[in-house]
């Protein structure tokens, strides 16, 4: 894949210019997934594809791989603690997954369901670093960056970071 | 009761997170946050026992009023019934007694936090797959158990570990697969997920035909290889023996009965009603694996191979008495699996020890451990005393169970091939027992010692109880087997097992 | 339409599953099957000319019903992406250590295990 150093300068200017538009973008997509197309995974998803673009850009050493990378594994057990919280906060209004934080009869509205936000930003942090995790993981660069050979599979790291996902969705 | 349901699901998936989130700080922390879930798992699966109710919770259910003042609620319906109860009771127990090994087991490999990170969502994906109440969460929970079942065979990270972890997963996954598009062609010619009501679709003909056929044939070939049901049995003797002794106790003892066994009981008989052609298919195909399994059992000289090959054989024997379709004939087949999740368990925790006392799996290399390792010797006759069915240990019973069921079914020829493969079974573990633990010790093993109290007192706890099981059995355990049956056996024309299952979900009268 | 041309991918994926030597492929294979399934979900919520299911107030539900399309296999599609995903990586993440142990991608010539 990618040397260390990254790409070309044209690469790395558009890729920062974008890159904020695209974390945002996600972000948005997560925060009123109750009301429109999207939710927690596709937000997740448009997230990690922007770390990603910004690993490929600015390469393993300097990218968000360094920084991120050992970061996404712990995040993504957070999310995925934060989802069970939240669904057994559902308790103290009467069963699992219920609906605690109140509704605004307004339909339309961010907070019509306040619940279901904070469900959907969990998800987000689970997808979200989860797929890093897993891209890390699976990227020639990921934890072995120095003795990668001349064979494009010749080393990689331990099979470590995607854990099983499936009840994101 | 109602209400607690989903914490069968959320403890064992909390635990898992937990210990990924808390892995730096030791894998003492992870087993302990392990052993914390799967003891709250045993507790809240006998609470069920004892409460005895059936419950239905829809998870995220949200109620609407429709326009005609019926109540609509749309979620994720989690049943826990009779069927339930058994098969939660078992994960449980066994689990609890896998968690214990592996503490002193696995203290010289690394990645212990990760494998008690797989091992908790093994347990969620089991726990999941026996309370979903719609076909597609059964897939879902079915898939979190394999997928995570798929990297704990390549925990070892060897050249064996890695090619069988590689098979296993094209298998499990063509499976699913298979087992995706059957849900896809029910939905598609039927409009539901609901078990119970496609239950009522299949029993009042509005669901039916190709569609029903072609869905059943599905079902039968993805939980049949989850079962390692003959003709799909390839990767298990792979797949078992490569994975830690407490995993392949987890696999073989549980993971092809929750996902495999389980999940074929509650979609033959439940969902789709009695159908003679898979019952005979069922039939036909337990009694190939229960006779191939004990014939290729016979010729191995490694021992978690050997027992490998015996899981693909006496699944042959649950297989044989769902089959039958019998009242009686269920009741056998689920207290086999049951039993079977003891005594197999059992022998591959022992086997485990057997391996870390001798650093050898080849029967051919161990020889009088009985003398130097009298309590894994003891656990381990115990168990292949069960699995030999010698009475009075539970593998007697329920292999008794089957041969009358058979018989009483007029299947002699069934009955006969049962029989006769209970006597190969027997034979094949005189052979382990003198191989392994009588006859002469070889010079190389003169000194070896026993494992720590924390690997041979689980063998010992789970043969117990197959010692017990008959004191056990008028005591409560027998009136949850028969529970189970009961939620999931279809016989004597009309089903009175659906109804109540129907009543449950769809609160008819 | 649409259903033999499902048809068609799901053999494409299953022939290179389970014909084809090298890993890569198989795990393409894998890949394309999955498509397949997920493509036949899809397939089945979809209804020619229907209307975006979101329920208004005051509307019949009947009504509604027969003419939006049906969400759930969209649902049941996102979730089996999810796991199709999951699979894929962890199958990647082992063919890396098959290679690594092995020194080649020809299933061939892994043969450790036999019986």
């Known amino acids: ?169 | 009761m109602v209400d607690l349901v989903p914490l069968f699901v959320a403890i064992p998936l909390a635990a898992a997170f937990l210990c990924l989130l808390l892995k730096r700080f030791g894998d003492r922390v992870c087993g302990a946050i392990t052993l914390l879930g799967i003891l709250a798992v045993l507790g809240l699966s006998l609470t069920a026992i004892a409460v005895g109710t059936d419950a239905v919770n829809m998870a995220g259910g949200y109620g609407v009023t429709m326009r005609d003042g019926r109540p609509f609620v749309a979620g994720i319906a989690i049943v826990l019934d009779g069927l339930a109860r058994l098969f939660l009771l078992v994960v449980a127990v066994v689990g609890t007694a896998v968690v214990v090994y592996g503490f002193r087991y696995l203290e010289r490999s690394t990645g212990r936090a990760l494998y008690h990170v797989l091992l908790n969502l093994v347990f969620a994906g089991m726990t999941g797959a026996v309370l979903a109440g719609d076909v597609f969460n059964l897939f879902v929970f079915v898939e979190i158990a394999s997928i995570a079942s798929y990297a704990l065979v390549a925990f070892g990270t060897g050249d064996r570990e890695v090619e069988a972890s590689f098979k296993y997963l094209l298998l499990g996954s063509i499976a699913s697969l298979a087992i995706l598009i059957g849900i896809a062609v029910l939905y598609a010619a039927g409009g539901f997920l609901n078990m119970a009501d496609i239950a009522v679709a299949v029993r009042e003909g509005r669901l039916g035909g190709a569609a029903l056929l072609g869905a059943s044939a599905l079902f039968l070939f993805g939980f049949g290889l989850k079962a390692a049901m003959m003709p799909f049995h390839a990767w298990l003797p792979d797949a078992h023996p490569s994975a830690p002794a407490p995993i392949s106790a987890v696999l073989s003892g549980l993971l092809i009965k929750t996902t495999g066994i389980y999940a074929l009981v509650r979609v033959f008989f439940t969902i789709l009603g009695p159908d003679p052609r898979v019952q005979t298919l069922l039939l036909v195909l337990g009694c190939v694996s229960m006779g191939a399994g004990v014939l290729l059992a016979l010729g191995q000289d490694d021992l978690k191979r050997l027992l490998a090959y015996h899981s693909v054989s006496q699944m042959g024997f649950v297989l044989v008495g769902l089959g039958t379709g019998s009242a009686l004939g269920v009741t056998a087949a689920l207290f086999h699996a049951a039993n079977h999740a003891l005594f197999k368990s059992a022998l591959f925790l022992s086997s485990g020890s057997l391996e870390r006392m001798t650093g050898t799996r080849n029967l051919s290399e161990m020889g009088g451990l009985a003398r130097r390792a009298p309590w894994t010797a003891a656990g381990t006759i115990g168990a292949a005393l069960s699995i030999s069915g010698i009475p009075p240990f539970n593998g007697f019973w329920s292999k008794l169970l089957i041969l009358i069921a058979l018989f009483s079914a007029g299947l002699p020829w069934a009955g006969t091939i049962a029989a006769l493969t209970a006597l190969l079974t027997l034979a094949s573990f005189v052979k382990v027992q003198r191989k392994a633990l009588f006859g002469a010790l070889p010079e190389r093993l003169a000194h070896v010692r026993d494992v720590p109290a924390s690997m041979h007192v689980p063998v010992l706890v789970l043969s117990a109880l197959c010692l017990l099981t008959f004191v056990l059995w008028p005591l409560g355990l027998g009136d949850v087997v028969q529970g189970a049956a009961a939620t999931a056996q279809s016989a004597d024309g009309q089903p009175p097992a659906i109804d109540s299952y129907l009543r449950l979900v769809l609160g008819r009268p | 339409m649409i259903y033999p041309l499902i048809a068609v991918l799901l053999f494409v994926g299953l022939y290179g599953l389970l014909v084809k030597r090298h890993v890569v492929q198989k795990i393409l294979g894998l890949a394309i099957v999955e498509y397949a399934v997920n493509l036949l979900l899809v397939a089945i919520g979809y209804r020619d000319g229907g209307r975006p299911p979101i329920l208004t107030p005051g509307e019949d539900p009947a009504a509604f019903a027969a003419g939006s399309v049906d969400p759930l296999p969209q649902a049941l599609v996102l979730t089996s992406i999810v796991i199709g995903l999951g699979v894929v990586m962890l199958l990647v993440a082992i063919a890396m250590r098959l290679h690594q142990r092995f020194g080649t991608l020809d299933t061939t010539r892994m043969n450790r295990l036999h019986g």
């Not at chain 1, 990254?6 to 996600?26: A, D, H, Y």
């Not at chain 1, 509205?109 to 987000?124: D, G, K, Q």
Request: include cysteine.
């Open chain 1, 1 to 169: 894949m990618s040397e260390p150093g990254g790409m070309s300068p044209i690469v790395r200017i558009v890729t920062r210019w974008l890159l904020g538009f695209v974390l945002v973008f996600g972000f948005a997509v997560a925060l009123f997934g109750h009301l429109t197309p999207g939710g927690g995974f596709a937000g997740g998803v448009v997230i990690t594809c922007g770390f990603v673009l910004a690993t490929l850009a600015f390469g393993a050493k300097t990218g968000p791989a360094a920084w991120f990378g050992r970061l996404a594994s712990t995040l993504d057990a957070v999310g995925a603690l934060a989802f069970l919280a939240l669904a057994l906060l559902g308790y103290a209004a009467g069963h699992f997954l219920a609906q605690w934080a109140g509704r605004d009869p307004e339909p339309f509205r961010l907070t019509s369901a306040p619940s279901l936000v904070l469900l959907n930003l969990a998800i987000l942090l689970k997808v979200g670093a989860g797929l890093f995790a897993g891209f890390l993981a699976v990227a020639a660069f990921g934890r072995a960056a120095e003795d990668v050979g001349t064979d494009e599979f010749s080393d990689a790291g331990a099979p470590q970071g995607p854990e099983p996902e499936g009840r994101e969705a």
